[in-house]
Structure formats: C-alpha cells, structure tokens
C-alpha cells in the first residue's frame, strides 16, 4: 500500500514536480547552514543530494527513456538514408508476411465453424479397398445415431437440386437436405427466425425452409417481414422460418429443408444422403473408428447375405475441413514456405544495415567509452534506437497487411476463396509475430556496435579505419550472400509454379471448350417416372437445339467435363471377362457415365477405335460400351478393347436415382475414346472411364447436362439452349449454365491464385535484396571515400572505380546465387513432390531466377559505383 | 545516470526510516538538520548521517504518506523544513517497532543461548 503510493507520488511527480529544485536545494541549503552553525562543512554534500533526491522524487529512468529517444532520433535523422531503408524492409517484410499469413489461415487454418475440429462424415469403404461409399440409408444412419458414446449427435445431409417456382419462370435452386441435428451440429445460430426443430423434420411435418443471407437478400429483396412468407420449392408451398447469417456454409446450397426421414424405414439399399457427425469432445478420431469398426462387423454379420457390399466393408470418420481444403493444401504450404522466406529475407537485410552502421558509428561509441559512459548506458543507447526503428516499422508493417489484404483478397478467384472476402482479416497473434521476430533482428544487430565497444575498452581510441573491420566486412558480405540465396529461392519457386501452371495448360484436355456452352438438368421423378418419358425429352431437346441455326450439335452427358459433380449418377460392379484381376488385386472400378449419341462429336473428343454411339443402340438391341483410353491401359493391358464384353454388376453405393436395382447386365466395348479431362481437378490422372448409351439406360438419366457447339455467340447460344429445354417441357429448369471455356479457366483458379501470390513475393523478395544490396554498397563506398579518394588522386579513372565497385557487387551476387542454385535444386525435389506438374529440375527456371537477379544486382551496385567515381579526392583526403 | 553512492552502513536501508519516524514520534516536528544531530547524539557518534541519505529517506517517508513536510521557522528564526508524522506514520511505526522488539528478543535469546 505504502509502496504503491510512493509510486503514484513520484509518477505524479514526474509530470508534475511537486517540489521544485529550488525547494529541494533550499532544504539543503538550510541544512548547511545549520551544519556551518554547528562548525561542520557539508557544503560538497549539497551536489550529490540534489540529485538523490531528484531521484527518489520522480522516475529517473522515464527521463533517461525520453533522453535516449531524443538522441536515438538525432542519430537515426544523421544517418537518415539508412534507417528508412531498415524501416521500409522491415514494414514491407512485417506486412506482406502478416498479410499473406492471414489469408492462408482464413481460407485454411479456420474453413468452417469454430467446432470444425470435430465435425466429421462417416464414409464405408468395400472390401476391394478402392471402392468408397459416401452416402448412406436410413438403416444406416440410425446405426450410426446408436454410437451415442463417441458420437455427440448425428445427422443427415445431402446437396439438392430444387424448382422454385417463384415469378414466370421456374428456376433450379442449389439446396440442401438436411436433418434437424445438422444445423446445431455446426452451431451457428440464426439471424432471423429458427433452425429446424426434430418435430419439423418427422415424416409429413408441414413443409418449412430455412434460406441463405444471399437468397434472403436478393430473390426476397431482404423482406424484412420474411418469416411470414412462403416459397413454393418443387410445387408445394414451404413456410420460410429461418434467415441463417451472411457466410453461412452448410453443404453450399441457397437454402435448407428438413429432410423428413422416416427413421423406422427399413430399406438398407437406397443410400442416398451423407452422414455427418460431431465427435464428443476429447473423442479422437481413432476412437471414432474403433466404434465403428465394431458397428459395422455388427452390419456384416446381420446383412451381408442379401446385401454382400456389407462383407468386408469398414466405417470411418473423415474430418470435413480436412476434405474441404485438401486441394488447396498444397498451394497454401508452398505459400507459407514463400511467406518464411520473406520473412527472413527481410531480418537478413536489416541485420546487415545494421551491421554496416554498427561499424561506421564505433568511433563515437569509443569516444563515449573513453569519456566515461557505462557500457550499460551504452547498450540501452542502442537498444533504444533499434526499437525506435523496429516498433515504428513494426507498426507501419501491420497498417500495409491492412491495407495490403483487400487487393490480395480481390485477385483469388471467387470460388477459391474458401471464405467470404470480407471475413478475411489481419491476424493479430500472425503480425506481432512477424513484429517480434524484425524487431528480435533489430535488437540483436542494433547491439553489434556496444558489444564491440567492449574490445575498444582495452585499446584505447582506434584509429579510424575504412570500412570497418575484416570480420564486420565478413559478416556484411555474408549476410548479402544469405539475402540473394533466399531470394532466389522465392524466385524459383514462382518460376516453377508458373512453370507447371503453364504445362498444365499445355495438358491435353481431350475436349475442345471453345465455343461450346453447357447447363444441368435435372427431371424431378414426380413426373419422369418412366424411362420412356426421360427419353423423349431428351430427344424432343436436342432435337430442338440442333435445328437452330447456327448450332452444329447438341448432346447430353450425366456429368460436363470439369463438373461439379463429385459423384457418379450410376455406379456398377464391374467385371471383365477373360481379363481377371492380377494377383487377386481388387476388382476394376471404372466412371460410368451416360451420353447420347452424338456426345463425342459434340465436344470433339476423338474416336481411337470403333465407333460412336448411334441411334440404333436402344434398349432393344444389345447393350453396348465405349472405354476411354485409360480404361483400356488399365484394364485390357490396352490390348484390342473392341468386342470386348464387360459385365456390369449390382449397383450400390451410388445415388439410387433410377428406383430398382439392376441385374448384371453384360455389354460390349463398341469403341474407344480419347482420354479427356473430366474432373475438376484438372492435373489429376484420367480415370478409367465407361460410357453407356442414353438410349438404353433412360431411367438413369434423370440428372444430366446437355452440351451444345455453334458459331453463336455465348447469349445466343445459351438462349438456343433454354428456348430447346422450353420446347420439350416448359415447367422444366435448367441451370448452372456455362460457357466450357470459363469451366476450363475456373478449373486453373488454385493454380493461378498461387502464381499470383507468389509473383508478389518474388516481387517483394527481389525489391528487397536490391535495396540491400544498394544500401551496403553504397555504405561501402561511403566508408571507403578515403582510399577512393586517394585512388583517384594517384591517377585512378573514374571507370575503373565503377568497375571495382560492381564488381564487389557482383561478386556478392555470384555466391549468394551459386549457393541459392544448390537449395533451390533442394526446394525444386520438394515442390516436385507437392505439385505433380513440377518435374525434376527445371534448368529454364533456374537460369532464368538466377540471371535475372545478377542482373539487378548489377544495378544495385552500379548507382553507389557512379556516387564514388564522383568523389571529389581533395575533399576525400581532407576529410581525415 | 547518475552513479548512486552505496549507503555508507547498509543496515540503516531497513532501519533508518523506523528511526527518523521514532526520532519525529519523541520530538514533535523537527527539521532535517535537528533528525540527524539527534540520532547523532544518541547513537553517541556511531551514525553519522549525510545529507544524501537522509533527505531522499524524508522524501521517500513522504511520498508514503508516513510523514508531512512544512516549512516554517525554528526559534532562532531561521527558515527551515519541518518534517511531523501523519497518523498513517504513527501506526507504521508502532506495527515496525513491535516488529523489531520482537526480532530483537529473538537474537538476543539466541545469542544469550549461544554462549
């Protein structure tokens, strides 16, 4: 208590004496007077009392404090040059760093709701161990529901299309069934209204939806009386309940309706929604395995005679951010590597700036020394300048990432962005890192000029010696050695991402985008009952698309190529006769997928062999197949494939959309087709693939795209579609209409978002190693106008003092290059590894990076070079 | 920095401020000057205090709250700065001295026992 108010005392005195010296030396002074009274002399005493008392009276070191951060100002305004160059490095590596890093984090590190942790699917795998099941019954689902001990609860979701019919037309609508668990499973609450309630969701409850923040917004005009609204979704009227926030993602999808399961439905065979679960906390995954491992021996042993997919088969958990951000992992850690290396690049720079004033500054460091300062009044001198640069560019550092991160945010594609744009924000623990590790650079390097004060002790006053010493020289050089191996790095890593970015380009596609436009439909079953009924519409369809003008064809496929679709409308066992699996490995599994007869054509992938489909393949002629190349690889040792007979089992897993199960059916391979890129991860190795006729499997054709080739424009053409769809069914919608050419280029977007990032850091990196570079050499020059001096007074030319300082440059750049080469042909094994485009060593991109940073080195060195041809000798040699 | 000088005996740190408070409870309000010749005469001569340790104690004593300072006159009419105990000075002193009998009867029956 007494102490702390002798605290606030002496703060209050601090700013506002109480006492005034004069008060303090007049009690002295009356003491004195009272000793000389008393025929003692403590007159010298006077001196020293003062100023303990000063001490005691205020904050003594707060004083010292402003002190030093005067001086500290004086002697960074003299050397003004250099300290802005350190804080420029150092706010530009803080900031770009903190930026960088928060973007990676928002679209990474923090997908999806704060319990993503724990949020998992359930997903069974056959026992061919290839085959993976992601969507499951009833049955099932209660099954799971039973693991109550690691499950904390259980639903069931899955991505639908719906027609809303609001206005005119009728409209597709992206939505998403789910059951009553989903929505307080991920724990975000609504804006307006409710969540589903377990009584919504029961078998014939009144039909309710919950819209999205964006569907709300602009299909409602953000009605502020939407609760009491109603949409009709697939004809029937369904009561809005529910407004969920702005960046709300729940299965993607504009809105969500109860899926209404009836729980006591028996039938194991119609698998057709996703289980998501969240783990009970402190629940690991393996435990939730465990659980399920013992839950499905239970299934084997109760099902597997009427259903032998249940023989064999395993249950895991599959954590959802993990499956959601997998794609752009690897992007993201390249990016992250990139972000270090800056990073240090920037710590380098700074820690040689420093070094080269550490040396320029240890005359007047002795001086101080030998005129008495403490070497710990030293030392604080020089921390305290080396914070007032590194706080202020640490500052400066985390403004830039504020403003830095609306511009990076705006050049990723929207789709990549795993979050909205406006959600990704400056990281706080991320920028005081960054802060901390430059100033941690900034503290140790600013101490360099007081610790060697400390060898300057015993010799007194040196000389002044140009340059520095040997060892500083050393350290400088070696520093700039670092800064450009680290740059070349960065500079690799972009050479090498465009590098793969552009053969990606070059890869085959096995289609040809331009000029075709696309759009999904999909017939609701109420009203498709029948095979036939599909058929025709698909005929009356193309058949109207393909007699406009202007149109060469017109055909449809269950899935575009670089689809969104990431499951299979039909799925069979496969086997092939003659051709049995190699050492009892697992049974072939192929894409099926549908195509009326002129698919191939349309797209213009290539007949290898055999021929198309045809007319005259219906449901009354023989069943047959056509493989695509990889297929044949695979499967047929790529041996003659035409004629060959394949034999299509017992579906199960997939979507039952086509309502009975099929028997085997045996089919004939009638042809072979190119490989084609189908899936949207455009590098990804060609799967093998099947195609079967429309025209004889109508009934699994409910869900389709249609593609149409013309000389119109995309406008035109994309009305030629909706006016052919129109024609064959007017309630029909048709939507995700787009031109292939914008699916190919969005099917590049993760790619070209980590080139665009890169770019920048190369940028940075390269500006930064410049500017290091210059600022040393010119420190240099300026530390060796005496010998520059005297070189041109004995009859130097002004160029051979040019070259001599280029080539100082030079030689830096050399080295810091050569051991630049030797890591980055390291970094390039480990980029090889993450990005499956980057192949072996690119020497392209190695000598690219390489000579383009000699050649800015050269620059870097070449202005200082021109500033000490111009030394004036006189001037030079007087200066000493 | 200015370099501070160690006190000369370091054990007047803990007692000196129990001895200028004892020194102000015995003689009413007194100057600096008068505290120092006082525990001068009773210590005969064994603590000599300078004036750049006594003044920033009294200062410090202030700033606690445990004395207050006014100048005035003494009775030869010469100016001079009066240092009285505040009540929370008065209680201070009273807990340090129980504190400090108590300490010393612990060293003195451990020395006595000692020998």
Aim: proline share 5%; hydrophobic share 50%.
């Amino acid at each position: 208590m007494q102490r702390a108010r002798e605290w606030a005392a002496r703060a209050w005195n601090w700013l506002r004496p109480t006492r005034d010296d004069a008060d303090l030396e007049a009690e002295l002074r009356s003491h004195a007077a009272f000793a000389a009274n008393d025929g003692r002399a403590v007159d010298a005493g006077v001196v020293h009392a003062m100023e303990a008392m000063r001490d005691q009276r205020g904050l003594p070191w707060l004083d010292d404090l402003a002190r030093d951060i005067r001086y500290g100002t004086r002697m960074l305004w003299r050397d003004r040059g250099l300290s802005f160059v350190v804080f420029v490095i150092l706010a530009v590596g803080i900031g770009s760093a903190t930026a960088i890093y928060s973007l990676v984090d928002a679209c990474i590190l923090k997908y999806g709701s704060v319990r993503a942790d724990r949020w998992v699917a359930i997903r069974a795998r056959l026992a061919d161990r290839k085959t993976t099941i992601t969507f499951f019954s009833v049955p099932e689902l209660v099954d799971v529901t039973r693991a109550s001990d690691v499950f904390e609860s259980v639903g069931a979701i899955s991505g639908t299309d719906f027609t809303l019919t609001e206005g005119e037309f009728p409209e597709r609508v992206l939505g998403t069934r789910i059951s009553a668990e989903m929505m307080p499973m991920i724990g975000v609450p609504p804006l307006m209204g409710r969540v589903f309630r377990p009584d919504d969701d029961r078998p014939g409850a009144a039909p309710v939806v919950v819209v999205s923040y964006p569907f709300w917004q602009e299909r409602l005009n953000g009605d502020p009386d939407v609760l009491h609204r109603t949409i009709v979704l697939n004809n029937t009227a369904h009561a809005i309940i529910g407004v969920m926030p702005p960046h709300y993602d729940l299965w993607g999808g504009q809105l969500w309706v109860p899926f209404q399961l009836d729980r006591h439905d028996t039938d194991r065979r119609t698998r057709r929604f996703w289980i998501t679960a969240l783990l009970r906390p402190g629940v690991s995954e393996q435990q939730a395995n465990a659980r399920l491992a013992v839950l499905a021996r239970e299934q084997a042993d109760a099902y597997a005679i009427g259903q032998p997919e249940y023989a064999g088969m395993t249950l895991t958990v599959w954590n959802v951010r993990e499956a959601v951000i997998a794609g752009i992992r690897p992007a993201m850690y390249v990016l992250l590597a990139a972000v270090g290396l800056l990073l240090l690049t920037a710590c380098a720079n700074v820690a040689n700036l420093l070094l080269a004033r550490a040396t320029s500054r240890q005359r007047e460091m002795d001086v101080r020394v030998a005129l008495g300062a403490g070497r710990g009044r030293i030392v604080r001198q020089m921390l305290t300048e080396s914070l007032l640069v590194s706080t202020t560019a640490g500052a400066a550092g985390v403004l830039l990432a504020v403003a830095m991160m609306p511009v990076l945010v705006n050049l990723i594609p929207y789709e990549y962005l795993t979050v909205d744009a406006d959600l990704v924000r400056v990281n706080a623990p991320i920028a005081v890192l960054a802060a901390a590790l430059s100033i941690a650079t900034g503290i140790a390097f600013g101490l360099v000029p007081a610790l060697r004060t400390s060898h300057a002790r015993a010799g007194g006053l040196r000389q002044r010696s140009g340059g520095g010493d040997r060892r500083t020289r050393f350290y400088q050089y070696a520093l700039s050695t670092v800064q450009i191996a680290l740059t070349l790095l960065v500079a690799v890593a972009a050479a090498l991402t465009i590098e793969g970015y552009r053969a990606a380009e070059r890869l085959a596609l096995g289609f040809n985008p331009e000029h075709v436009v696309s759009g999904y439909l999909a017939l609701p079953p109420t009203k498709y009952t029948t095979g036939d009924r599909i058929a025709t519409f698909y005929r009356n369809a193309l058949e109207a698309i393909a007699s406009q003008p202007g149109v060469s064809g017109a055909a449809a496929i269950s899935d575009r190529p670089l689809g969104y679709r990431a499951v299979d409308m039909t799925s069979f066992e496969l086997r092939i006769p003659g051709h049995p699996s190699p050492d009892g490995a697992a049974a072939p599994s192929a894409v099926f997928r549908l195509v009326s007869p002129t698919y191939f054509a349309v797209v213009q992938t290539p007949i290898v062999t055999g021929r198309a489909f045809t007319d005259a393949d219906t449901d009354s002629s023989a069943p047959v197949v056509i493989a695509n190349r990889a297929f044949v690889d695979r499967f047929l040792d790529g041996g003659p494939a035409v004629g060959q007979q394949v034999v299509l089992g017992t579906r199960f897993g997939a979507r039952n959309l086509a309502g009975a199960p099929s028997r085997d059916v045996t089919a004939a391979i009638v042809g072979v087709v190119a490989d084609s890129r189908q899936t949207r991860v455009i590098d990804a190795d060609v799967r093998p693939e099947l195609f079967l006729s429309l025209a004889q499997r109508p009934a699994d054709a409910r869900s389709m795209a249609l593609v149409v080739r013309s000389s119109l424009d995309p406008t035109s053409a994309t009305g030629v579609l909706r006016a052919g769809v129109r024609h064959a069914d007017p309630q029909q919608p048709i939507f995700a209409v787009s031109q292939m050419t914008d699916i190919v280029a969005r099917a590049f977007g993760t790619r070209r978002l980590t080139i665009v990032l890169l770019f920048f850091f190369a940028t940075v990196s390269i500006s930064l190693a410049a500017i290091g570079l210059y600022a040393v050499i010119s420190f240099g020059v300026q530390q060796r106008a005496h010998e520059i001096g005297v070189r041109l007074a004995v009859g130097a030319s002004a160029e051979s003092i040019v070259r001599m300082v280029v080539a100082t440059g030079l030689r830096l750049a050399s080295v810091g290059v050569a051991v630049g080469l030797v890591c980055g042909i390291a970094a390039q094994r480990l980029l090889a590894s993450q990005l499956d485009t980057v192949n072996g060593i690119d020497v392209r991109a190695l000598i690219v990076a390489a000579t383009g940073l000699v050649a800015i080195a050269a620059m870097a060195a070449w202005i200082p070079a021109r500033r000490a041809a111009r030394v004036d000798p006189l001037a030079a040699l007087r200066a000493d | 920095m200015p370099n501070r000088k160690p006190y000369k005996a370091d054990i007047l740190q803990g007692t000196l401020d129990l001895m200028v408070l004892q020194t102000l409870s015995t003689l009413g309000a007194q100057h600096g000057y008068a505290i120092a010749a006082r525990l001068e005469q009773v210590s005969h001569g064994a603590i000599q205090l300078n004036m750049g340790t006594l003044y920033p104690a009294l200062m410090r004593l202030e700033q606690r709250g445990l004395v207050r300072g006014q100048w005035g006159v003494t009775d030869n009419n010469r100016k001079a700065r009066f240092y009285s105990l505040t009540p929370a000075g008065r209680r201070s002193l009273e807990s340090e001295r129980q504190e400090w009998t108590r300490l010393a009867g612990i060293m003195d029956a451990l020395l006595r026992g000692d020998a």
